[in-house]
């Protein structure tokens, strides 16, 4: 079993991000730029990221309930360097004339290509604030200006209405895009829809159209809260190979860890993911990195409340479905919990040997769903355990 987002490998699926932008790239017949323009980026909102092929960001913008795609023209290839900023928080504050405390780091990706990093941001914490992209090369910080910049947009038509945040899980809004993935000259883009079963992934050919067909919405089985569950979103997930089939390898609060086939992935339609690990409540996902080391697939996960784990990946297809409550809270494919890396926000693959970590101190909300984390937050280089 191996991630087709991964090492560069001739023939079959590989677990590389840079295979999955060549793959793609090969199945592109018109220019990747199709449909771009100039102009100011309408952004209400900054939150996850992907990268697709010749060094275009794709930015989740919930709030705008929109994925634009920014042509960032960072196309020179270069070898992976070590990257460590203490308090990165307070030096993009600085960019922007604010406090330390008025800027939210939301995630953090690589370019494949460049291997610069990419952060999206937010300047203030209240409904007001303004989307920051932010590209850190070399150790030198840059805000990247908006005002004029080539780009395209596709709109979420069935995202969830804004609201006033209320109940336990909030605005519902805010978690139209939860995380994206590019795959095959697809876009894939996890999060909530306005539907019965309202959790969602979408699958957005790339060039965009104008607006995307509606979602795919899934159920899972929940071990944690014994309970089947379709309003919960995918927190993090990865493309997957499964005994030479494809899957969206997805984790979800509290926190079941579900295979979805992608031949399951239809406009409109409703599918049901296979539970295959339960990781322990309390808790909710963050990033998941796919890698090999030694001949062995892994997953690093990090997460809010259970530090990183290892997950082991070689055979994800011998475990049997989860379909009733976990007795000891933690069941179906192992994993390691690595011990030094801690209070870990947000991780992205540098190369096949390093990761890249932001780190610092959990937000003030329960331990299932912090909030932004606390300052000071440091960028650091670790090899992959």
């Not at 947009?153 to 605005?171: F, H, I, K």
């Not at 697809?186 to 539907?195: C, F, Q, R, Y």
């Not at 030479?244 to 049901?272: M, N, R, W």
Request: hydrophobic share 40%.
């Amino acid at each position: 079993m191996r991630s087709i987002i991964g090492l560069r490998t001739a023939g079959a699926l590989a677990c590389a991000a840079t295979l999955a932008i060549s793959a793609a790239n090969a199945n592109i017949s018109t220019s990747p730029l199709t449909g771009f323009t100039g102009g100011a980026l309408q952004l209400k909102s900054a939150g996850p990221l992907a990268f697709g092929p010749d060094g275009i960001l794709f930015v989740g913008d919930s709030a705008g309930g929109q994925v634009v795609a920014i042509d960032t023209q960072d196309r020179k290839p270069a070898k992976a360097a070590p990257i460590n900023i203490d308090g990165i928080d307070a030096k993009i504050a600085a960019k922007v004339g604010v406090a330390r405390d008025q800027i939210v780091i939301n995630d953090i990706k690589v370019n494949p290509i460049s291997k610069d990093v990419y952060i999206s941001a937010a300047r203030g914490r209240g409904p007001d604030a303004m989307p920051l992209i932010v590209r850190v090369r070399g150790g030198h910080i840059t805000v990247l200006p908006l005002d004029n910049v080539k780009h395209s947009e596709v709109r979420l038509t069935d995202a969830p209405a804004p609201s006033a945040a209320a109940g336990r899980r909030g605005n519902q809004r805010m978690l139209t895009i939860t995380d994206m993935a590019y795959v095959h000259g697809d876009l894939m883009v996890a999060g909530l829809s306005n539907e019965e079963w309202s959790s969602a992934l979408r699958s957005i050919p790339f060039p965009f159209e104008k607006t995307a067909a509606e979602a795919t919405t899934i159920q899972i089985w929940h071990a944690s809260h014994g309970r089947y569950e379709t309003q919960a979103p995918i927190r993090t997930f990865v493309p997957y190979s499964i005994s030479g089939h494809e899957y969206v390898l997805a984790a979800y609060t509290c926190t079941p860890l579900v295979t979805i086939p992608f031949t399951d992935l239809k406009p409109g339609s409703q599918v049901h993911g296979t539970t295959i690990a339960d990781l322990g409540a309390g808790n909710q996902p963050l990033d998941m990195v796919p890698y090999t080391r030694d001949g062995h697939h892994y997953i690093l996960i990090n997460n809010t409340s259970r530090g990183v784990m290892k997950l082991m990946a070689d055979d994800l297809g011998a475990y049997k479905p989860i379909t009733a409550p976990t007795v000891t809270n933690v069941a179906g494919v192992p994993y390691k919990t690595i011990a030094n890396l801690t209070d870990v926000q947000h991780l992205a693959k540098l190369d096949n040997t390093d990761v890249l970590m932001l780190t610092g101190k959990a937000g003030s909300g329960p331990a299932w769903n912090p909030g932004p984390p606390l300052g000071p937050l440091n960028l650091e280089t670790v090899a992959l355990p």
